[in-house]
């Protein structure tokens, strides 16, 4: 069979040889949308739509977009017989049960996180949004939107700043689909083959930017709301589009808060300035609260760190000890049971 056209999709050796070590009759395909039960998935033969069997394979996780699947029909009715183990996973806390973990992508390089310039920036939402794409295993890359909507060079260059310094070494792109700036860009991230997922708030600008890159209105989108520049919750569905110029471009509902789960090397490494300033602490355990000879209060205290930023660092660091505490709860009450921390094995980390 001819698989040269899943290449488009992000197909490579690894994924063939983890395919065909599978040894099932079907064929591989990635999904590109979930929907009650039912999956889109792009296949050699091209597109189909599929029933996840995963009750009767007593698989352990639902399909989401980007996994790569086995899939094969039977009497006219394709099933999702087998998830390839995840490369990358985009996860966050289940925005409805306090203690499970929700998966929002698969097998992505690259996490866009979007913001738009015709709104207020909120560092510690972009903080969260990082956290999220590093432990991920992705590469994140913010994308600042509407630059034609700013007020100019300068106030671009502001931005680009103040992200800088939330976002230290992390690639900023500022794009417009009115003026088509900073599209080559993402273009340029995307070659060759690589996956990519869409990441911000109602209204930033998602939906438009995968148009502008597909140069067509594939995807709905809607004016913000007047005054106060809120999105309408357009997109609802994550949706796998492919980039006629190479890679995928996933694109995603607009999200506000994001609930973090089980990536306290994800935190560390967003917070860089803070925990390697822990390093001069006296005490190992410090919590950079009264403790005495702590480095950090000592750095907020010369202006180094900036205290609101040490606030968030410390609420996101307890957020994800509460729920460590918790699972460790559970864990020892079911004695012998298996916690629930989600596929953390499956997981390659730093690509
Ligand atoms: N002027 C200008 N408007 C833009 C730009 N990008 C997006 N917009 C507008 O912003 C509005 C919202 O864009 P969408 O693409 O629907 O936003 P979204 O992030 O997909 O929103 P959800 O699907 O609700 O999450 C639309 O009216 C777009 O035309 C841009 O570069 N310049
Ligand atoms: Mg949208």
């Given at each position: 069979?001819?698989?040269?056209?899943?290449?488009?999709?992000?197909?490579?050796a690894?994924?063939?040889?983890?395919f065909d070590?599978?040894?099932?009759s079907?064929?591989?395909?990635?999904?590109?949308?979930?929907?009650r039960?039912?999956?889109?998935?792009?296949?050699?033969?091209?597109?189909?739509?599929?029933?996840s069997?995963?009750?009767?394979?007593?698989?352990?996780?639902?399909p989401?977009?980007?996994?790569?699947?086995?899939?094969?029909?039977?009497?006219?009715?394709?099933?999702?017989?087998?998830?390839?183990?995840?490369?990358t996973?985009?996860?966050?806390?289940?925005?409805?049960?306090?203690e499970?973990?929700?998966?929002?992508?698969?097998?992505i390089?690259?996490?866009?996180?979007?913001?738009g310039f015709?709104?207020?920036?909120?560092?510690?939402?972009?903080?969260?949004?990082?956290?999220?794409?590093?432990?991920?295993?992705?590469?994140?890359?913010?994308?600042l939107?509407?630059?034609?909507?700013?007020?100019?060079?300068?106030d671009?260059?502001?931005?680009?700043?103040?992200v800088?310094?939330?976002?230290?070494g992390?690639?900023?792109?500022?794009?417009?689909?009115?003026?088509?700036?900073?599209?080559?860009?993402?273009?340029?991230?995307?070659?060759?083959?690589?996956?990519?997922?869409?990441?911000?708030?109602s209204?930033?600008?998602?939906?438009?930017?995968?148009?502008?890159?597909?140069?067509?209105e594939?995807?709905?989108?809607q004016?913000?709301?007047?005054?106060?520049a809120?999105?309408?919750?357009?997109?609802?569905?994550?949706?796998?589009?492919?980039?006629p110029?190479?890679g995928?471009?996933?694109?995603t509902?607009?999200?506000?808060?994001?609930g973090?789960?089980?990536?306290?090397?994800?935190l560390?490494?967003?917070?860089?300035?803070?925990?390697?300033?822990?390093?001069?602490?006296?005490?190992?355990?410090c919590?950079h609260?009264?403790e005495?000879k702590?480095?950090?209060?000592?750095?907020?205290?010369?202006?180094?760190?900036?205290?609101?930023?040490?606030?968030?660092?410390?609420?996101?660091?307890?957020e994800?000890?509460?729920?460590?505490?918790?699972?460790?709860?559970r864990?020892?009450?079911?004695?012998?049971?298996?916690?629930?921390?989600g596929s953390?094995?499956?997981?390659r980390?730093?690509?």
């Amino acid at each position: 069979m001819d698989r040269s056209e899943l290449l488009h999709f992000g197909w490579d050796a690894e994924w063939a040889a983890k395919f065909d070590a599978l040894d099932l009759s079907g064929v591989p395909g990635r999904i590109s949308r979930v929907e009650r039960g039912e999956s889109d998935v792009r296949t050699e033969r091209g597109p189909v739509r599929a029933m996840s069997d995963s009750q009767r394979s007593q698989s352990t996780h639902a399909p989401v977009t980007g996994d790569w699947v086995a899939v094969s029909e039977t009497e006219e009715v394709w099933t999702i017989d087998a998830i390839l183990d995840r490369r990358t996973e985009l996860v966050r806390r289940d925005p409805g049960e306090r203690e499970e973990q929700q998966p929002l992508s698969a097998n992505i390089d690259v996490v866009f996180l979007v913001h738009g310039f015709d709104r207020p920036f909120r560092a510690g939402k972009l903080e969260r949004f990082l956290v999220l794409a590093w432990n991920a295993g992705a590469t994140p890359v913010v994308v600042l939107t509407k630059a034609d909507l700013s007020e100019g060079v300068d106030d671009q260059n502001e931005l680009v700043g103040i992200v800088g310094a939330v976002a230290p070494g992390v690639e900023v792109v500022v794009t417009s689909i009115e003026t088509r700036a900073g599209l080559d860009r993402v273009h340029e991230i995307l070659q060759p083959h690589r996956s990519g997922t869409l990441l911000g708030e109602s209204g930033a600008g998602k939906s438009s930017l995968v148009n502008a890159l597909l140069e067509t209105e594939m995807q709905e989108t809607q004016p913000v709301r007047s005054g106060d520049a809120k999105g309408r919750h357009t997109t609802i569905t994550r949706d796998m589009l492919v980039i006629p110029t190479g890679g995928v471009l996933i694109d995603t509902p607009g999200i506000r808060a994001v609930g973090l789960w089980d990536a306290e090397d994800a935190l560390q490494r967003v917070f860089t300035d803070i925990t390697e300033t822990a390093l001069e602490c006296r005490f190992n355990d410090c919590a950079h609260g009264a403790e005495p000879k702590c480095a950090v209060a000592a750095a907020v205290e010369s202006g180094e760190i900036d205290p609101r930023r040490l606030d968030r660092y410390r609420e996101m660091a307890a957020e994800l000890a509460e729920i460590e505490e918790r699972l460790l709860e559970r864990e020892r009450a079911n004695k012998g049971g298996k916690p629930n921390r989600g596929s953390r094995g499956n997981k390659r980390r730093g690509r």
